[in-house]
């Protein structure tokens, strides 16, 4: 037993085995551990209450050899006392014992698939209405959570997933980029596939025909670059370095693209949105936001354009302010119009606490395939961001946004936080936030500043019959899947 450790025997465990809680400073890899304490289940309030569960090695127990599973728990002081007092019973199940096959769902990610799901609906008279639909997570890689950042519906029936293995809180050599296939729209997933000596996210997924799927890493310090495959995402051979600006700053890019395709659904028109900060470092220099076009599946692009429309302009305190626009979707409604859904400046109230949380979405339209682009509409005041649109059969477009915060005039509305959508029925020159659809959301505070992020970038691609996928990253728990109809 380890020096720093209590032994503790627990009345349900049987009698040949016994349970090793260590005290801080055993480490073991992670895993999360099943406990009960006071009778109250501990997967979830332990967290809350300050334990960690970790577990992953066995040691004997008493001369006949039973092993156990060891179980580090690190309480803080103030439940110490319940634990060495016997109230904490803890029940682990060895991986070298058969279960019966109704307990395997419990042991095992495989078997996850769809749950039933309530996305609401605001009625337009301050009420609520509920419309069926389905709701899972996706599978953990490697024992790591997984958060996405695109989706890809391809034409030998698979939809990919490309995401990154790692909590948000871990460091970038723990990530890994990987993707995922599902055969029967998201209801269960491949193993994941990674991508060789790769850590970024994965922007921008698209799949261009023929088998092949195309990606973006972002925020790398030696420059982006477009990745391909031509087996469906299986392997990765290609790689070719993005585009910077003219004046060689970065162009970051998050969100969907424009695809235009021919009559055999290969690509042959991509449209980007991003951003430089070719004025200086955010919050109080305004982003750059642009556009680019590229005829060949994204290996080389023509110039860029930074829209005068795009700029906006705020007093605050007495003083004007220029501010910009960055990442965004893009879609082509069903009159030909280009309609762009772009993430928002940061207002110069917001300044001080240097956070991009409150950032908002606005929409711009082009009425001759990009040359001119009308003013900025704004759809979301700050808190709701990371747009991405599709446009349903029956001509509707549809905008979904991550809810990082729920703020009215600036200010805490609820606790909610999670993933929206509205609906434009006249090519993106309005949208129906009195019927706003609430696809998921959860209570959070953040620490050690309530407003900090704990949520992140979505994506959703339409099925062909009406309904949606929606996917974004809930960083408390992983990567959610939502499959839902407007």
Known sequence: MPANGLLFTVGQVPHDRELVLCSPGVTQPEEKARMTAGGLHARGWGE??????????????????????????????????????????????????????????????????????????????????????????????????????????????????????????????????????SSDRGATWSEYYPVLDLASRPMMLVYLGNGELSFRSSWEASGNYQFYSKDYGRTWSERVKSPVAPDGEAFHSEGNLLVDRDEHGVAVLLGETGATHSHGPPPEFPLCGGIHWSRDGGRTWGKFSFPEQWKWHTSYQGKSYERGVCEGGLVRAANGWIVAALRTDLEPRFFPLKYDNMMGTAVSISKDNGETWSELNFVFGPGRMHPT??????????????????????????????????????????????????????????????????????????????????????????????????
């Open 389 to 486: 649109l599709l446009r349903l059969p029956n001509g509707d477009l549809v905008m979904t946004v991550i809810r990082r915060l729920d703020l009215e005039n600036g200010q805490m509305a609820s606790y909610r936080r999670g993933c929206d959508a509205v609906v434009s029925r006249d090519n993106g020159l309005t949208w129906d936030l009195n019927r706003m659809y609430i696809l998921d959301d959860f209570a959070s505070l953040s620490e050690p500043r309530w407003y900090y992020v704990r949520n992140g970038h979505q994506f959703s691609i339409g099925l062909g019959d009406g309904s949606i996928l929606t996917t974004y990253g809930n960083y408390q728990n992983a990567g959610a899947l939502i499959h839902w109809k407007p």
């Open 48 to 181: 809350e209450m300050g334990w960690k569960a970790r577990r992953g090695f066995y040691c004997p127990s008493h001369e006949n050899g039973a092993k156990m599973t060891i179980c580090k728990l690190v309480w803080p002081p103030v439940v110490a006392l319940a634990v060495m007092l016997g109230s904490v019973a803890c029940q682990m199940v060895s991986s070298e014992e058969p279960l019966p096959p109704f307990l395997k769902d419990f042991v095992s990610y495989d078997r996850l698939t769809w749950e039933d799901h309530w996305v609401q609906q605001l009625d337009g008279k301050g009420g609520r209405v509920c419309h069926r639909a389905k709701f899972r997570f996706l599978p953990p890689h490697e024992g790591k959570m997984v958060l996405p950042w695109g989706l890809a519906r391809m034409d030998n029936g698979e939809i990919a997933v490309a995401g990154v293995a790692g909590a948000m809180s871990d460091a970038r050599e723990d990530h890994q980029t990987v993707l995922a296939f």
